[in-house]
Nanobody, 124 residues
Framework: VRLAESGGGLVQPGGSLRLSCVASGFTFPSYDMGWARQVPGKDLEWLAGIHPNEDTWYADSVKGRFTISRDNVNYKLYLQMNNLKPDDTAVYHC???????????????????WGRGTQVTVSV
């Protein structure tokens, strides 16, 4: 299993970024996927999940601003982030559903095989 994120960078408050995650080594269309972020010294914060049929669910902290989507043909996962705030500064990771997904689908505990991440910095 390999997940590789890209698309991070420096953006001003109120701006937008689109993160991508390329999946390989497993049958991507068969798995729920998710995004999470991490700030140094803090736990991984789950943000969004998506079912193979493209049903989605979000953490309250990003609902209405972030949109998760997927391309099951090209094995890609996306996170469109709008109206970014300085508190959104973090390393963003994509992950695949793990063994505890049924219980923790709205928590980082429900996912594993996290990628190495891409840095997002929101600052003037």
């Amino acid at each position: 299993v390999r997940l590789a994120e890209s698309g991070g960078g420096l953006v001003q408050p109120g701006g937008s970024l689109r993160l991508s995650c390329v999946a390989s080594g497993f049958t991507f269309p068969s798995y729920d996927m998710g995004w999470a972020r991490q700030v140094p010294g803090k736990d991984l914060e789950w943000l969004a999940g998506i079912h193979p049929n493209e049903d989605t669910w979000y953490a309250d902290s990003v609902k209405g601003r972030f949109t998760i989507s997927r391309d099951n043909v090209n094995y890609k996962l996306y996170l469109q982030m709008n109206n970014l705030k300085p508190d959104d500064t973090a390393v963003y990771h994509c992950g695949r559903e793990g063994r505890n997904f049924a219980t923790y689908r709205d928590s980082a505990l429900g996912y594993d095989n996290w990628g190495r991440g891409t840095q997002v910095t929101v600052s003037v």
